[in-house]
């Protein structure tokens, strides 16, 4: 049986990423061109400086990506690229290059969704079994995903506002923490207590769908407020706080959803799948269940956005025989 190679690559934000991926599950290569530092001093993601990084880098960590892994364009059986959703100018530049690549070597384009992408870096570390349940959660993302089977997704639940790490990041900022805060957030929780009892939103809700604007201004309100009459806050109990709100609405619904469509596997994934608070009460709440799921987290360099994950999800594709025209366009707001 022949090995099928796929390279792939992903742009959708502020990561430029091209990797060889085998059988769908072996990263022979992957490079990731990272743009955070750039992006720092404006405390967020800055759209046309993403774009113009990604377009600087791209053609280069295309040879990087071959060479690593020691292979040629004659190896590749697809190249596979994130369409959506995404920024739509950052998205472009992965576009354009796959199919240009794919126009001039006649090797079959597939797109694929950065959603789905980050769903299957957890094929990368063990094999799922279906049905399976993943919590997706980044700095833009906070989904509840439920996996028929390798390629048929669906939504379950959604964020109505601010993604769990953008609420970090932005409450990182009123605390004089440089983005992306999460990291520092966290640690900081493990110091202090959850004494200011932040809003948990629609926790008792009976969909799956969560919201966490109203906590980050309850936080800003709370620190404004204290700023005002020249009271000092400890930034460890803020912290913990804080985190302690997001995770209680988090491992909730999940267990909420582990409990009624009974996956094999529940997957964790994203970059605020790093969050201690929220993998221990995670682990601990599964633990507790009758029948557990076998649970999969991927190590944290392919929670982050990469082009491993989007080659990972490629393969399920090619399997399926799903592939995309050279007609693919972006498609910033695309839906699983
Ligand atoms: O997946 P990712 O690298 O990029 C995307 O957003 O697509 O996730 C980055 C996000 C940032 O918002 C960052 O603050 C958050 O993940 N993050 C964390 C932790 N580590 C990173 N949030 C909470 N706890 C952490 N330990
Ligand atoms: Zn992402």
Known sequence: KKDIRILAYESSCDETSTAVIKNGREIESLVVATQIKSHQRFGGVVPEVASRHHIEVITQITKEALSEAKVTWNDI?????????????????????????????????????????????????????????????????????????????????????????????????????????????????????????????????????????????????????????????????????????????????????????????????????????LRERLEAEIGKLDNKPKVIIPPMKLCGDNAAMIGAAAYNLYKAGKFSGLDLNADPSLEL
């Open 77 to 277: 059986d697809a190249i596979a690229v994130t369409y959506g959703p995404g920024l739509v100018g950052a998205l472009l530049i992965g576009v354009s290059a796959a199919k240009a690549a794919s126009m001039a070597t006649g090797i079959p384009l597939i797109g694929v969704d950065h959603i789905m992408g980050h769903i299957m870096a957890a094929q990368l570390e063990d094999e799922i079994e279906y049905p399976a349940l993943a919590l997706q959660v980044s700095g833009g993302h906070t989904e509840l995903v439920l996996m028929h089977d390798p390629i048929n997704f669906e939504i379950i639940g959604d964020t109505r506002d601010d993604a769990a790490g953008e609420a970090y990041d932005k409450i990182g900022r009123v605390l004089g923490v440089n983005y992306p805060a999460g990291k520092t957030i966290d640690t900081w929780a493990h110091q202090g207590n959850d004494t200011f009892n932040f809003p948990r939103a629609m926790l008792e809700d009976d969909d799956y769908d969560f919201s966490f604007s109203g906590l980050k201004s309850a936080f800003i309100n709370t620190c404004h407020h204290a700023d005002q009459i020249g009271e000092k806050l400890d930034k460890y109990d803020l912290a913990a706080s804080f985190q302690a709100a997001v995770v209680d609405v988090l491992s909730h619904k999940t267990i909420r959803a582990i409990k009624e469509f009974k996956p094999k596997t529940f997957v964790l994934g994203g970059g605020v799948a790093a969050n201690r608070g």
